[in-house]
């Protein structure tokens, strides 16, 4: 059965960096996008980006372009996701998420459970 | 920019009894719409889509509807477990898409 599992939580300081990775099993990693979701505290989920594990091609919400690297380990199905320029506003849990279809597909059906990540001097 | 509108915010419902939730998007979007629900320290589920499409596993109680702007999430009888935080999707103008501020079912 399909699993993702993700890194843990992570604290970091404004103006650093931090990278979640997000690993995938029971199907073939390459045939699915992975999208990823931030949620704050008791707020609607907000999309981040997604990457094609196929051939690494990326596409990132307007917001988080320049700060925001999606990459993928085909040999180890992982999928990572690197934020850079933290502030206090980027507290948040951050979710990988499988689409539901093969293709270009924004529907998520496969979660992992969440890194929260905290941002505080 | 889609700007995703829920309401109401807060749900209060009665085991057995019916809920229906409401999505409003600023633009048409045709049926390009999904539910998902989220109980606390979980990630979301995916519940519909295409408006009212079920994936495997999702009980029958779960009905989307609704085509254009203004879509619904009806839960027809509630079960205990049914309680959580329930998000809407749109998916319409690839590759972005957005979530509204969700709603919330409680028990009355």
Redesign the interface.
Known sequence: QVQVVQSGAEVRKPGASVKISCKASGYTFSNYLFHWVRQAHGQGPEWLGFIDPSGGSTVYAEKFQGRLTLTRDTSTSTVYMELSYLSPDDTANYFCARARSSGWDSLLAYWGQGSLVTVSS | EIVVTQSPATLSVSPGERATLSCRTSQNIDRNV?W?QQKPGQ????LT?AAATR?PGVPARFRGGGSGTEFTLTITSLQSEDFAVY?C?Q?NN?????????TKVEIK
């Open positions: 999904a998902y990630a979301p589920r995916l889509y994936p998000y999707q998916y690839w590759p972005l898409h957005s979530f509204g501020q969700g």
